[in-house]
């Protein structure tokens, strides 16, 4: 007489298999954030460059520019212009020169409306100070000084 013989069905899976696709998806989360994130602080050190190149941009406009222009630049709601202004007695016009939002979309300043403006010929700032950028995805932050004599660090 034979022994019938057992056959195992597998339902499931064991708790060995079920522990180590969850230790494979915790390194990979753990991977991609970790990407993420240095994209992201570099996005913050593109947008600070990025501004800094325009203020010394429209400062060397401003002192070498033959019209006597103000020239400025200007930062509200995640846009970033450089804007000129012709000053007399009687009216001013304002002329936007160049706009670029495209790496200041999630950036947010501090103050949130900011404008910078070099008087001509001297290059000196209308308003010194410190602007704060900061990047509302990763949290990361950085600032910009500009002083007096319109230096920017």
């Given at each position: 007489m034979?022994?019938?013989?057992h056959s195992?069905?597998k339902h499931?899976?064991?708790l ?21 994130l240095?994209?992201q602080?570099l ?5 600070r ?13 401003a002192?070498y520019?033959r019209e ?11 846009n ?13 016009s304002?002329?936007v020169?160049q706009t ?7 950036i947010a300043?501090d103050p949130?409306?900011?404008?910078v403006w070099?008087?001509p010929y001297s290059?000196r ?7 704060l950028l900061?990047?509302?995805w990763?949290?990361?932050?950085t600032?910009i000084?500009i002083?007096?004599?319109?230096s920017i660090?």
């Open positions: 034979a022994l019938p013989m195992h069905n499931g899976f064991t060995i298999e079920v522990l180590l696709v969850l230790t494979l998806l915790t390194i990979i989360l753990g991977l991609s954030t970790g990407l993420l240095r994209t602080s996005t913050i050190r593109e947008a460059s990025e501004i800094k190149s325009l203020l010394a941009v429209a400062r060397g406009e002192m520019g006597g222009r103000m020239v400025g630049v200007s930062i509200e709601n995640g970033i212009s450089l804007v000129s202004a012709l000053l007399n007695a009687t009216s001013t304002l002329q020169l670029d939002s495209k790496t200041l979309a999630h300043a949130s409306s900011v404008e070099f008087y290059g700032v209308s308003s010194p100070g410190e602007i900061r990047d509302a990763s949290q990361a932050s600032s000084t002083g007096y004599e319109g660090e």
